[in-house]
């Protein structure tokens, strides 16, 4: 008999929804029922993509003997950290204070006033490795809540204090200038992996944000170092396991330094974040590597992800059935020389398994390889990735989690909008206008207040966080550009001054959660870039696009303020504050207003939109539409030039005189 997980509308809450473990979603309701009963409260967080949240699942959620012991003694509230960014941040904190490290499954001990007071993350159904079981776990928790009730309240509230009490560290105050921006650049030198790009050692994770600051920091200075650590990391990873070769896109992370083995899951925001940055890095250099990785990223995001509402799911899982029934990590995407060779015949495998570093020992499991794109693997004829794809095909696909998430979205936005543009490809403007039009629809309500997440269609229960409330705005802000279409300027607006009134405090500060949000046990507030780009960091960027293109001073100080935490972060911790540095890039260098004037119709206003689109500078502001459009501030006052199309530039208030050229109009911008 399904539990009460089966109305809800996450797929991983849905995962769990035939589970004998007698589970509650987060909610008031939970709680009092453990306070009812006397009894302390299970908090397990994780998402539907997370191959080791199946792992525990399967092991200890789907056993009736553990979900009886569960049942009799805990409330058990399952949360999806996708839906639920704000839970998620909060009891992560502690439970890294508390051991040193994190990740998910999580699993947290609550009082019924949802103070933690025991923590971990995977826990296995028999001691192994020196982790105690699942079961002993449970069992301890429970001699400790029924035999020490008061030292654990002490527990509980101690942690809730110290928590608390933590001021925000890494605040800083000052807009970020030259010296941060050095400082951080020679931060990233020392953490550099020369020989196989990329930052630290293993596991190595895309460093979308770090590469994109790296791009601006060239494109302003002129610094070839920046430009190549750029380059060569893009270039390491598009020749990896970690890009799918056969159908484009990459996964979570690899395993190694060198980019072979991947985490297999693909997730939407990876995705947008580097298909974006391909396209910035041709942009730079034309390099056709760069074009083909970011064109194909596209078409994967379309291809594989987009919903039947016009939005991009969330994530494919790691794991599908091997063909033997079993499930299994990268199952999918896998290859032996046998089974090329079964698929491509003798001749043709052989070449294929040259071209792609397919080995009989294998670069994975039992045999099996990642493709990759060694250097000197040969050539290979057109029809060999085509014949292959289509044999992977006949494969079980991983499974899909159909949520969507507005912040990832908002960034799928800003990547295919620009990718269609930067390549003549209107299909993909066309897929991002979709996306976009369906955030407006279904997750932004009648006073601008976003939902975070939906599912076919229909809007989820969880508020909007800071991140989709910047990321949103970001998408809309680059379609702005792209189009000349103006009411999505209009729409980030909408949601920038929302960003002001609910999510700013003092000196700059800006929380992830709403100042009418729910109350936790501590306000979530984190600037640190990871695998996305953190509320804080996107909205400083968003803020000042947006004034970039309004003219508006309380959206600019808003981002200037919010972007004094460069300047204790970048020099120290580089690699985890890349949009911030990226933002800052975009302030040092104005950012650019280019405003190109002109009928739409007439192609000499094309041939100036697509010069300003085509331009290096550092987070430029487009907008493009006939002098009596309106719909532009950008635009307003500006005429044609002896009744032509032309092209204004200004930058730190000051503005050049008009071009009517695109070879003036990219001098004027380089």
Same mark, same amino acid.
């Given at each position: 008999?399904?539990?009460?997980?089966?109305?809800?509308?996450?797929?991983?809450?849905?995962?769990?929804?035939?589970?004998?473990?007698?589970?509650?979603?987060?909610?008031?309701?939970?709680?009092?029922?453990?306070?009812?009963?006397?009894?302390?409260?299970?908090?397990?967080?994780?998402?539907?993509?997370?191959?080791?949240?199946?792992?525990?699942?399967?092991?200890?959620?789907?056993?009736?003997?553990?979900?009886?012991?569960?049942?009799?003694?805990?409330?058990?509230?399952?949360?999806?950290?996708?839906?639920?960014?704000?839970?998620?941040?909060?009891?992560?904190?502690?439970?890294?204070?508390?051991?040193?490290?994190?990740?998910?499954?999580?699993?947290?001990?609550?009082?019924?006033?949802?103070?933690?007071?025991?923590?971990?993350?995977?826990?296995?159904?028999?001691?192994?490795?020196?982790?105690?079981?699942?079961?002993?776990?449970?069992?301890?928790?429970?001699?400790?809540?029924?035999?020490?009730?008061?030292?654990?309240?002490?527990?509980?509230?101690?942690?809730?204090?110290?928590?608390?009490?933590?001021?925000?560290?890494?605040?800083?105050?000052?807009?970020?200038?030259?010296?941060?921006?050095?400082?951080?650049?020679?931060?990233?030198?020392?953490?550099?992996?020369?020989?196989?790009?990329?930052?630290?050692?293993?596991?190595?994770?895309?460093?979308?944000?770090?590469?994109?600051?790296?791009?601006?920091?060239?494109?302003?200075?002129?610094?070839?170092?920046?430009?190549?650590?750029?380059?060569?990391?893009?270039?390491?990873?598009?020749?990896?396991?970690?890009?799918?070769?056969?159908?484009?896109?990459?996964?979570?992370?690899?395993?190694?330094?060198?980019?072979?083995?991947?985490?297999?899951?693909?997730?939407?925001?990876?995705?947008?974040?580097?298909?974006?940055?391909?396209?910035?890095?041709?942009?730079?250099?034309?390099?056709?590597?760069?074009?083909?990785?970011?064109?194909?990223?596209?078409?994967?995001?379309?291809?594989?992800?987009?919903?039947?509402?016009?939005?991009?799911?969330?994530?494919?899982?790691?794991?599908?059935?091997?063909?033997?029934?079993?499930?299994?990590?990268?199952?999918?995407?896998?290859?032996?020389?046998?089974?090329?060779?079964?698929?491509?015949?003798?001749?043709?495998?052989?070449?294929?398994?040259?071209?792609?570093?397919?080995?009989?020992?294998?670069?994975?499991?039992?045999?099996?390889?990642?493709?990759?794109?060694?250097?000197?693997?040969?050539?290979?004829?057109?029809?060999?990735?085509?014949?292959?794809?289509?044999?992977?095909?006949?494969?079980?696909?991983?499974?899909?989690?159909?949520?969507?998430?507005?912040?990832?979205?908002?960034?799928?936005?800003? *990547? /295919?909008?620009?990718?269609? +543009? =930067?390549?003549? $490809?209107?299909?993909?403007?066309?897929?991002?206008?979709? #996306? &976009?039009?369906?955030?407006?629809?279904?997750?932004?309500?009648?006073?601008?207040?976003?939902?975070?997440?939906?599912?076919?269609?229909?809007?989820?229960?969880?508020?909007?966080?800071?991140?989709?409330?910047?990321?949103?705005?970001?998408?809309?802000?680059?379609?702005?550009?792209?189009?000349?279409?103006?009411?999505?300027?209009?729409?980030?607006?909408?949601?920038?001054?929302?960003?002001?009134?609910?999510?700013?405090?003092?000196?700059?500060?800006?929380?992830?959660?709403?100042?009418?949000?729910?109350?936790?046990?501590?306000?979530?507030?984190?600037?640190?870039?990871?695998?996305?780009?953190?509320?804080?960091?996107?909205?400083?960027?968003?803020?000042?696009?947006?004034?970039?293109?309004?003219?508006?001073?309380?959206?600019?100080?808003?981002?200037?303020? *919010? /972007?004094?935490?460069?300047? +204790? =972060?970048?020099? $120290?911790?580089?690699?985890?504050?890349?949009?911030?540095? #990226? &933002?800052?890039?975009?302030?040092?260098?104005?950012?650019?207003?280019?405003?190109?004037?002109?009928?739409?119709?007439?192609?000499?206003?094309?041939?100036?939109?697509?010069?300003?689109?085509?331009?290096?500078?550092?987070?430029?502001?487009?907008?493009?539409?006939?002098?009596?459009?309106?719909?532009?501030?950008?635009?307003?006052?500006?005429?044609?030039?002896?009744?032509?199309?032309?092209?204004?530039?200004?930058?730190?208030?000051?503005?050049?005189?008009?071009?009517?050229?695109?070879?003036?109009?990219?001098?004027?911008?380089?």
């Amino acid at each position: 008999m399904p539990n009460r997980l089966a109305h809800e509308t996450s797929p991983y809450l849905l995962q769990h929804a035939d589970n004998p473990v007698d589970w509650w979603p987060w909610s008031p309701e939970a709680f009092e029922e453990a306070r009812e009963r006397g009894v302390p409260v299970l908090l397990s967080v994780g998402y539907s993509s997370c191959h080791w949240c199946h792992v525990m699942a399967h092991e200890s959620f789907e056993d009736e003997t553990t979900a009886a012991y569960l049942n009799e003694h805990f409330v058990s509230v399952k949360v999806d950290r996708e839906e639920r960014p704000d839970i998620d941040a909060v009891y992560m904190e502690a439970v890294q204070a508390a051991t040193g490290q994190g990740g998910w499954p999580m699993t947290v001990f609550l009082t019924a006033d949802a103070e933690p007071f025991y923590f971990g993350t995977y826990f296995p159904p028999a001691p192994r490795h020196g982790m105690p079981s699942f079961r002993q776990i449970l069992e301890g928790v429970r001699t400790a809540w029924t035999g020490r009730r008061d030292e654990v309240g002490e527990v509980a509230g101690k942690i809730v204090r110290d928590l608390s009490s933590r001021e925000l560290a890494h605040s800083g105050t000052g807009v970020p200038g030259e010296s941060e921006l050095s400082q951080a650049l020679l931060g990233l030198i020392r953490d550099y992996d020369e020989k196989h790009g990329g930052f630290g050692g293993a596991p190595k994770f895309p460093p979308s944000m770090s590469v994109e600051f790296l791009l601006r920091h060239y494109a302003r200075t002129g610094a070839e170092g920046a430009l190549q650590m750029a380059a060569d990391t893009c270039e390491a990873m598009a020749r990896g396991g970690i890009y799918d070769q056969l159908g484009g896109g990459f996964a979570r992370y690899s395993v190694d330094r060198g980019w072979v083995v991947p985490h297999f899951e693909k997730m939407l925001y990876d995705n947008a974040l580097l298909c974006r940055v391909y396209a910035h890095l041709w942009r730079v250099t034309g390099s056709e590597l760069a074009r083909r990785v970011a064109l194909e990223t596209a078409d994967f995001m379309v291809r594989e992800l987009r919903t039947n509402e016009g939005g991009y799911a969330s994530a494919l899982d790691a794991d599908s059935d091997d063909g033997t029934g079993r499930h299994v990590e990268g199952a999918f995407y896998v290859w032996t020389p046998a089974q090329l060779a079964e698929v491509l015949g003798e001749r043709d495998g052989q070449a294929a398994a040259r071209h792609f570093g397919v080995t009989e020992e294998g670069t994975f499991e039992e045999g099996a390889s990642v493709l990759q794109l060694p250097s000197g693997g040969g050539p290979l004829d057109t029809s060999v990735r085509e014949r292959l794809l289509a044999a992977r095909e006949l494969r079980e696909r991983p499974g899909r989690d159909d949520k969507v998430v507005a912040a990832w979205n908002g960034l799928a936005v800003a *990547a /295919l909008a620009e990718t269609g +543009a =930067l390549f003549d $490809r209107p299909d993909l403007v066309e897929r991002a206008t979709e #996306a &976009a039009d369906l955030l407006v629809r279904v997750h932004m309500d009648s006073h601008a207040r976003l939902a975070r997440t939906s599912k076919d269609g229909q809007p989820g229960a969880n508020s909007g966080v800071l991140e989709d409330y910047a990321d949103v705005a970001e998408g809309f802000l680059a379609l702005a550009g792209v189009t000349g279409e103006g009411v999505w300027l209009e729409f980030a607006g909408f949601l920038l001054d929302i960003v002001l009134d609910q999510f700013v405090g003092e000196e700059g500060a800006l929380y992830d959660t709403a100042h009418d949000a729910e109350k936790l046990i501590r306000r979530p507030q984190d600037p640190t870039d990871n695998a996305t780009p953190s509320g804080w960091t996107a909205a400083a960027q968003a803020l000042l696009s947006y004034a970039a293109h309004t003219g508006s001073e309380a959206h600019r100080s808003a981002g200037e303020g *919010a /972007l004094g935490v460069v300047n +204790a =972060l970048g020099p $120290r911790a580089p690699r985890f504050i890349g949009w911030g540095l #990226a &933002a800052a890039e975009a302030l040092l260098d104005g950012p650019r207003e280019v405003a190109v004037v002109g009928a739409p119709t007439d192609p000499r206003t094309g041939a100036l939109h697509r010069t300003a689109l085509l331009a290096s500078a550092p987070g430029a502001v487009v907008a493009v539409g006939s002098p009596e459009g309106g719909e532009f501030p950008l635009l307003a006052g500006r005429g044609l030039v002896d009744g032509g199309p032309a092209a204004y530039v200004c930058r730190h208030f000051t503005c050049d005189a008009p071009v009517t050229t695109p070879e003036s109009l990219a001098e004027a911008l380089s």
